[in-house]
């Protein structure tokens, strides 16, 4: 099994700044790619950000140039780091990882996700 555990969401003004993390754990031979999706409420989920374990990085249009996502491979964490947050950026993040388990098993894995409000 693996796990995925985020932290950092919360309510900011428009204009700040936030910081989300996230910890994969459990039976994990090595992690493809990372990142982060949203949902507001009555949308889809979208990417936001993803990085590989050779820190190429994927960024939606909508936030690049605020938003910068960063990974330690070694710890299997990443991170988003959220400038100049919109009210527009105001939505459900989830952490994603593509993983290799132990048993050699490629699973696609979610976290329960993290609300982050961006207040005008």
């Known amino acids: 099994q693996v796990q995925l555990v985020e932290s950092g969401g919360g309510l900011v003004q428009a204009g700040g700044s936030l910081r989300l993390s996230c910890a994969a754990s459990?039976?994990?031979?090595?992690?493809?790619?990372m990142g982060w999706y949203r949902q507001a409420p009555g949308k889809q989920r979208e990417l936001v950000a993803t990085?590989?374990?050779?820190?190429?990085?994927n960024v939606a249009n909508s936030v690049k140039g605020r938003f910068t996502i960063s990974r330690d491979n070694a710890k299997n964490t990443v991170s988003l780091q959220m400038n100049s947050l919109k009210p527009e950026d105001t939505a459900v993040y989830y952490c994603y990882a593509a993983v290799v388990t132990s048993a050699g098993r490629y699973l696609q894995v979610w976290g329960q996700g993290t609300l982050v409000t961006a207040s005008s």
């Open positions: 990085i590989t374990s050779g820190a190429s990085t």
């Open positions: 459990g039976s994990i031979f090595s992690i493809n790619a």
